[in-house]
């Protein structure tokens, strides 16, 4: 009797046993692991099997968390993973554990070199500078700290901007940054000292107030005009006709803010008025009230009739009355 009643039991055990294992599951954890991905999953760091595809499907794609930053490592252990997986609504008894006690997590990184940063800045710079007839050299202010990216160099794209487009001398700020997939990895401003030799006009001795340029007080020579306030002339000719604004030392470089060109008529000069009508043309003195160039328009007095006129600069001493 007791020997039938075993025979029965280990019938009914062999019986049922094929389903008991047929929801098993197995999580082999590996040691360690590199990820490109920011989130890791249990399929990520371990080797799930079982006869049940869908709960090993659910089991894979089970969230650990975020993976470690750049040149960084995370380590994980079998009771993080217990805990994720009641947290899914996995029965954890119907779970068997084999491989490592834990994975040390890790991502793909790139380590970009501040002398890299720095040299693809300065690449950007000398093409924005420009480099006609003048001397410029560049000098990097300081060596950026190197950066390290959580992605392969062939994935990393790399961006510069120029803060101030309309400086091309003295400090300059560039800012590099990478990123990819839109994702932004680091901003990194890049200083440059940029300093300008050209050959510029100059006052040959001092010169006053209102005084006529000409070739006997000017010359050209190279200078370094990285801190000139203004616009240079690089040609004597190019200041013909103007006067300086206020008096000039001696060995001044001559710019838009020291010399202008003097009005083609003055205020209280003597003109000839010219007014034509259809069929008639008059010719008479008139004083101007403004001073202007040639083209513009002037208030300008009758003397004769002493009615005020506008009228139309022609020359250094013509008017063309307007109304």
């Known amino acids: 009797m007791i020997i039938r009643m075993a025979l029965f039991s280990l019938l ?7 389903n008991v294992i047929a929801g098993k599951i ?46 960084s490592e995370r380590r994980i252990n079998l009771s993080f993973i217990r805990m994720r997986l009641v947290s899914a609504n ?3 008894s119907d779970v068997t554990f084999t491989g490592a006690e834990s994975s040390l997590v890790s991502v793909e990184s790139t380590k970009i070199k501040g002398l890299e940063i720095a040299q693809r800045a300065k690449e950007y710079l000398l093409d924005f500078l420009p480099m006609d007839e003048r001397e410029t050299t560049v000098e990097l202010g300081r060596v950026p700290a190197d950066q390290w990216v959580p992605k392969r ?17 003295g400090k300059i700020e560039l800012v590099v ?5 839109d994702k ?50 690089s040609s004597i000719d190019d200041l013909k006709g103007m006067t300086t ?7 001044t470089i001559l710019t838009d803010y020291i010399v202008e060109t003097p009005p083609t008529i003055t205020q209280g000069s003597i003109v ?17 009230q403004q001073a202007g160039y040639k083209g513009e328009v002037i208030k300008v007095k009758n003397i004769n009739s002493k009615k005020m006129l506008y009228g139309k600069i022609i020359n250094s001493d013509s008017v063309h009355v307007v109304y």
Not at 44 to 64: C, E, M, P, Y
Not at 177 to 181: C, F, H, L, P, Q
Request: hydrophobic fraction near 40%; avoid cysteine; aromatic fraction near 8%.
């Open 12 to 18: 009914i055990m062999f019986t049922f046993l094929p």
């Open 26 to 71: 197995e999580i082999s954890l590996r040691d360690k692991v590199i990820l490109e991905d920011d989130e890791i999953t249990i399929k990520d760091i371990s080797t799930v099997t079982g006869d049940d595809a869908d709960l090993v499907n659910k089991i894979k794609g089970i969230a650990i968390g975020n993976a470690p930053g750049a040149n």
């Open 90 to 92: 996995v029965d954890v």
């Open 153 to 169: 160099r062939d994935k990393i794209d790399f961006y510069i901007t120029l803060i101030d487009t309309s400086k091309d001398r």
């Open 177 to 181: 940054s990478a990123s990819s997939d």
């Open 184 to 233: 932004r990895f680091f901003k990194v401003p890049v200083y440059f000292n940029v300093r300008v030799f050209e050959y510029v006009v100059i006052a040959k001795r001092k010169m006053g107030r209102k005084q006529q340029l000409t070739r006997e007080n000017l010359f050209i020579a190279r200078r370094d005009t990285t801190r000139m306030h203004g616009m240079a002339f």
């Open 245 to 251: 604004i206020a008096s000039v030392q001696a060995n």
């Open 272 to 288: 000839k008025l010219i007014i034509k009508r259809s069929g008639f043309k008059i010719v008479t003195k008139g004083l101007t």
